[in-house]
C-alpha cells in the first residue's frame, strides 16, 4: 500500500479520535429573578463558562425563580429576564423545562386554567420546545420534560405518554451504540430522600419521577451512559447497571441565600473523550450579597 495513502487514512483516524473529545456545561436550578441578587448572581457562572469554553451548555430546568405560584405579568418579566442574561453565553444553549416554568399551575395564582399561556404554553412561547434531542460528535443528548400534573393543580415527576413514543421513535434514528445522555430536571433515581430521612423513607411523587422504571426501560440494549439531574439542590453521582446518574447541585445554592447543607452554588463540567466521560462541579465563587440589583 502507498505511503501516502496509509497516512491519509492515519490522518482520517485522528480526525475521527478528535472529533469525540469535547466538553459541555451542565446548570441547574438557576432560578433567575430580581430579589436576591439572583440576578447578578446569575451573570457569575455565565462569565465562568465563558472563559472554560466548552462547546455547549445545557440547563437542568428551575430557570426562573417562579411560574406556578404567580400572575402572568410576573412571570412574563422572569422569562424576559432569564432570556436576556442567558444571551451572555457565548456558545449554544440547550434548555431543559422544570416545575418551576410551569404558568399558573397553583390555584394561588389565580390563573384560570383558560389562560392562553396556561401550563407549558409560556415555557413554549419563550424558550422553546419541552422535549427534544440533538446530537454532537457521535452522542446523542435527549432533554425531556418531567413535569406532570395533578387533578388538585400541582406537579408530579412523570413522562408522559406522548414522550414516551417520541423516545422510542427517536432511538430508533440511532444505532444501539451511540453513547446517549439524557436530561430531566425531576429526578429518575436518587437517594438524597433516603440520605436526609432514613434509608426505608419513600420518595414523595414531586421529588421523583413516578414512572422512571418505565423510561429507563426504553433505553434497554441502548448505551445510555448519563442522565443529568436537577430539581433537588443537591449534588450526587450514583453508578447502576453502566449508567451514571448525576444530580448536578444548583447554581443558586440555596435559593440565592447561601450555601445549602454545605453544598456551594456551582454548575457540572462534563467532559467527554471516546465513549467515557469524567464531571467535576465548579464553584464559581458567588458570595450572599444584601443589596438588591
Request: with cysteine.
Amino acid at each position: 500500500m502507498p505511503l501516502v495513502f496509509i497516512a491519509l487514512i492515519l490522518s482520517y483516524m485522528g480526525c475521527e479520535r478528535r472529533a469525540v473529545e469535547f466538553s459541555f456545561a451542565y446548570l441547574t436550578d438557576i432560578h433567575v429573578q430580581p430579589e436576591l441578587n439572583a440576578t447578578k448572581g446569575y451573570k457569575k457562572p455565565i462569565d465562568v463558562v465563558n472563559e472554560l469554553n466548552p462547546e455547549f451548555v445545557i440547563t437542568g430546568g428551575d430557570l426562573i425563580m417562579d411560574a406556578l405560584g404567580v400572575p402572568y405579568e410576573r412571570a412574563d418579566m422572569l422569562y424576559s429576564l432569564y432570556n436576556q442574561t442567558t444571551r451572555a453565553f457565548k456558545m449554544p444553549v440547550y434548555n431543559t423545562i422544570g416545575n418551576h416554568e410551569i404558568f399558573g399551575l397553583y390555584v394561588m395564582s389565580g390563573v384560570d386554567t383558560n389562560h392562553p399561556k396556561y401550563y407549558k404554553k409560556l415555557y413554549e412561547d419563550r424558550v422553546g420546545k419541552r422535549y427534544y434531542s440533538f446530537d454532537y460528535k457521535g452522542w446523542h443528548f435527549m432533554l425531556l420534560d418531567s413535569i406532570g400534573q395533578t387533578v388538585d393543580r400541582k406537579y408530579v415527576g412523570w413522562i408522559d405518554a406522548e414522550q414516551m413514543e417520541w423516545i422510542a421513535s427517536d432511538l430508533q434514528s440511532i444505532s444501539p451504540d451511540v453513547p446517549i445522555v439524557l436530561s430531566t430536571h425531576i429526578p429518575f433515581i436518587s437517594v438524597a430522600r433516603q440520605l436526609s430521612s432514613g434509608s426505608t423513607e419513600a420518595n414523595p411523587n414531586g421529588l421523583v419521577v413516578i414512572n422512571s422504571k418505565d423510561v429507563l426501560g426504553l433505553f434497554q440494549d441502548r448505551n445510555l451512559k448519563l442522565v443529568l439531574q436537577g430539581h433537588l439542590h443537591f449534588l450526587e453521582e450514583i453508578n447502576v447497571r453502566g449508567i451514571t446518574f448525576l444530580t448536578g447541585g444548583a447554581v443558586s445554592g440555596n435559593w440565592w441565600e447561601g450555601p445549602r447543607q454545605g453544598m456551594e452554588e456551582g454548575f457540572v463540567l462534563v467532559t467527554v473523550k471516546g465513549q467515557n466521560f469524567h464531571w467535576e462541579y465548579v464553584d464559581f465563587g458567588w458570595e450572599v450579597q444584601k443589596t438588591e440589583n
